[in-house]
């Protein structure tokens, strides 16, 4: 599985847009991106996931670039509920995740 | 209708102690796992078993054993406990199969070992 890039940490104000960048420059052609975020004391909880074109569903949009190299998960209007940290995985090769591979994600904090 | 649930939510419990920790799903989902996240935070995958059949065992030692009695349940069993076996145990389950939706975590099982 590809491994991916993240930033440590991130901040945001309240209301506005939150861009989370994700490098994945090793990621095959049939690797999917995906977005998962870990609120303090949670489990992670599944956002979405792409594998070339844009996504978006209730909770983020998913910018894949053309050449699949990096991606942005962007949450339109952050609140403080969405500090969480962020985690860009890339695998599950043919929709098969069974073991996608975890770094250490992006620690975003929305401020008020 | 909590969709993953573990139990217990925390552990302490002393070296040499012998553990299980509970996981079921109420999703229909054919596919279960365990993950263990340790200090630093890194989210690593222990096992996983797909209707009922293991299918990933990673480097684990052997004093780790996962059950699945049914594809909704899987737990998993630790002997001889050491200092080192305290991390946030997660368990999860998704769908296998076609275009993967991603993994449903349950809240953890936070394990202390002292």
């Known amino acids: 599985d590809a491994k991916t890039t993240q930033p440590t940490s991130m901040d945001c104000a309240e209301g506005r847009a939150a861009n989370l960048p994700c490098n994945h420059s090793?990621?095959?052609?049939?690797?999917?991106v995906y977005w998962y975020r870990q609120i303090h004391s949670q489990g992670p909880q599944y956002i979405i996931h792409?594998?070339?074109?844009?996504e978006t569903n209730e909770m983020a949009s998913l910018i894949i670039t053309e050449d699949r190299k990096s991606s942005t998960l962007i949450l339109p209007h952050a609140t403080l509920r969405d500090t969480a940290v962020y985690y860009c995985?890339?695998?599950?090769?043919?929709?098969?995740?069974?073991?996608?591979?975890w770094g250490l994600g992006t620690s975003l904090a929305v401020n008020p | 209708d909590t969709a993953v649930s573990q139990t217990p939510k925390y552990l302490v419990t002393q070296m040499g102690n012998d553990k299980s920790i509970k996981c079921e799903q109420n999703?229909?989902?054919?596919?279960m796992y365990w993950y263990k996240q340790d200090s630093k935070k890194f989210l690593k995958i222990m096992f996983s078993?797909?209707?009922?059949?293991?299918?990933i065992n990673e480097t684990v030692p052997n004093r780790f054993s996962p059950k699945s009695p049914d594809k909704a349940h899987l737990n998993l069993h630790i002997n001889s406990l050491e200092l080192g076996d305290s991390a946030v145990y997660f368990c999860?389950?998704?769908?296998?199969?076609?275009?993967?939706?991603?993994?449903?975590f349950g809240s953890g099982t936070r394990l202390t070992v002292v």
């Open positions: 090793t990621i095959s052609g049939n690797e999917y």
């Open positions: 999860a389950s998704s769908q296998s199969g076609g275009v993967g939706y991603g993994y449903t």
């Open positions: 078993y797909n209707n009922k059949e293991l299918i």
């Open positions: 792409g594998l070339k074109n844009n």
């Open positions: 999703l229909g989902h054919d596919t």
């Open positions: 995985i890339a695998g599950g090769v043919g929709g098969n995740n069974r073991k996608l591979i």
